[in-house]
């Protein structure tokens, strides 16, 4: 009977700790919610994704180890970010031709690269999938429309298989220390020259598509494309690392 009478104290201190640890890092949700909110389908709300990034943090807590080497903030970070990168899935309603024709693009641009030793073009893919460049670009556009093509889906795999040791959130730091980390940088550092710009404005300077549009003097439909591009690139040159990970 003593033990059922403390059930109602320790219940409460629980929650108490709950109240406290979200009141602590509740910015840290946000931040990281308004950094995804802009590499995610428009149909998904900034407030789903800080009630999901809650649930993430009180995962983290309930489930944090001291002494694995990461700090809870770092441990914490990943779980927030998994927990909304899950919710931006299960609300994925892409059709599945949008996400084979993405595919496909990404593997002829690995064949046209592996072929010629050299970045592949758009016209030379556009030729390989056998369509003209208009049809190529929709595909370009409809791909940056999935639920979350993008850097993030390629951290988000290693996260996982790796939390020990992160230092930073951003999204090109903090990554596992098996080489996937320079792996991903150098492919990064390879990619044509605009392409290049557009990802390091976006994920590192965390800039919008409007913004970096301005920047470099294109419209924002064009930097769509070029981020999609660029994503496929990378999903191509990263393709062993990706197959080894799945």
């Given at each position: 009977?003593?033990?059922?009478?403390?059930?109602?104290?320790?219940?409460?201190?629980?929650?108490?700790?709950?109240?406290?640890?979200?009141?602590?890092?509740?910015?840290?949700?946000?931040?990281?919610?308004?950094?995804?909110?802009?590499?995610?389908?428009?149909?998904?709300?900034?407030?789903?994704?800080?009630?999901?990034?809650?649930?993430?943090?009180?995962?983290?807590?309930?489930?944090?180890?001291?002494?694995?080497?990461?700090?809870?903030?770092?441990y914490?970070?990943?779980?927030?970010?998994?927990?909304?990168?899950?919710?931006?899935?299960k609300?994925?309603?892409?059709?599945?031709?949008?996400?084979?024709?993405?595919?496909?693009?990404?593997?002829?641009?690995?064949?046209?690269?592996?072929?010629?030793?050299?970045?592949?073009?758009?016209?030379?893919v556009?030729?390989?999938?056998?369509?003209?460049?208009?049809?190529?670009?929709?595909?370009?556009?409809?791909?940056?429309?999935?639920?979350?093509?993008?850097?993030?889906?390629?951290?988000?795999?290693?996260?996982?298989?790796d939390?020990?040791?992160?230092?930073?959130?951003?999204?090109?730091?903090?990554?596992?220390?098996?080489?996937?980390?320079?792996?991903?940088?150098?492919?990064?550092?390879?990619?044509?020259?605009?392409e290049?710009?557009?990802?390091?404005?976006?994920?590192?300077?965390?800039?919008?598509q409007?913004?970096?549009?301005?920047?470099?003097?294109?419209?924002?439909s064009?930097?769509?494309?070029?981020?999609?591009?660029?994503?496929?690139?990378?999903?191509?040159?990263m393709?062993?690392?990706?197959?080894?990970?799945l």
């Amino acid at each position: 009977m003593e033990h059922l009478s403390t059930m109602p104290s320790d219940h409460s201190s629980h929650q108490a700790s709950h109240q406290e640890l979200i009141l602590e890092h509740e910015s840290l949700v946000i931040r990281i919610a308004k950094h995804l909110l802009n590499k995610v389908p428009q149909t998904i709300q900034l407030d789903d994704l800080i009630q999901v990034g809650m649930i993430g943090l009180l995962e983290a807590y309930d489930n944090f180890d001291e002494n694995q080497g990461a700090s809870f903030e770092t441990y914490a970070g990943i779980r927030i970010r998994g927990a909304m990168l899950d919710e931006v899935r299960k609300l994925d309603w892409t059709p599945r031709s949008v996400h084979k024709k993405a595919r496909m693009v990404s593997l002829a641009i690995q064949e046209i690269e592996h072929q010629t030793g050299r970045d592949a073009r758009d016209a030379e893919v556009a030729e390989k999938l056998g369509i003209d460049r208009d049809e190529y670009h929709k595909i370009l556009r409809d791909s940056h429309e999935t639920r979350l093509s993008s850097i993030d889906e390629l951290l988000q795999l290693n996260d996982r298989s790796d939390i020990e040791g992160k230092s930073s959130l951003e999204p090109l730091e903090g990554l596992s220390q098996t080489g996937f980390r320079e792996a991903l940088q150098q492919a990064i550092s390879g990619l044509p020259e605009r392409e290049r710009m557009v990802i390091q404005a976006y994920y590192e300077n965390e800039e919008n598509q409007r913004e970096i549009g301005v920047r470099l003097g294109v419209s924002e439909s064009r930097i769509c494309q070029i981020h999609s591009q660029a994503i496929l690139r990378l999903r191509a040159r990263m393709s062993p690392w990706i197959d080894a990970t799945l």
